[in-house]
């Protein structure tokens, strides 16, 4: 991946500028390339390529993105220092494994204590559900009956 040049002089974007490089984010990620205008205008609502030519000019004039050369398909997000690049909560198949694993041991700690406190049942259902916010719902799933069978055993109903 190419670096990011930095402008430590960007003025923070306006929430559908924000909304505008988000999408153009996202379409790099997922297409290896950046998106015409015609793409930007369906992708985020617009009724013109005229209204979306006047928001990627502002948004080069402000320093958050920038052109190669004049040619099609040539944006960039610029990153500022002050701002973090945009995340997701997408993970990746090696984090997804250490992630399981992580928990795997968790639950195998916790079930080896015989009668699981309150807080430990607890503490079990935040990891699985932090599993369903990334997206993971398999694996979360895969937690369940032996979460069930934790919390019977610590005397919850």
């Known amino acids: 991946m190419p670096e990011i040049a930095v402008n430590p002089a960007i003025v923070r974007p306006t929430k559908k500028q924000r909304l505008l490089l988000e999408f153009i984010q996202e379409f790099i990620a997922e297409h290896g390339y950046s998106p015409c205008y015609r793409e930007i205008m369906k992708g985020c609502g617009y009724n013109s390529v005229a209204t979306v030519a006047l928001h990627v000019n502002n948004l080069i004039k402000r320093g958050h993105l920038q052109k190669r050369d004049r040619s099609a398909r040539s ?3 610029v990153a500022s220092g002050a701002e973090k690049p ?5 993970v990746k198949v090696a984090e997804e494994k250490w992630l399981v694993d992580i928990i795997e041991a968790r639950f195998a700690d916790v079930e080896s204590t015989g ?3 309150e807080k430990e049942v607890d503490s079990l259902y935040v990891l699985v559900g932090a599993l369903r916010v990334l997206g993971l719902d398999g694996a979360a799933q895969s ?3 032996r979460l069930k069978t934790i919390k019977k055993q610590s005397g919850q109903s």
Do not use: D
């Not at 945009?86 to 997408?90: A, I, S, V, Y």
């Open 115 to 117: 009668v699981p406190a």
């Open 75 to 77: 944006l960039e997000i």
């Open 86 to 90: 945009f995340l997701t909560n997408q």
């Open 143 to 145: 937690f369940m009956p």
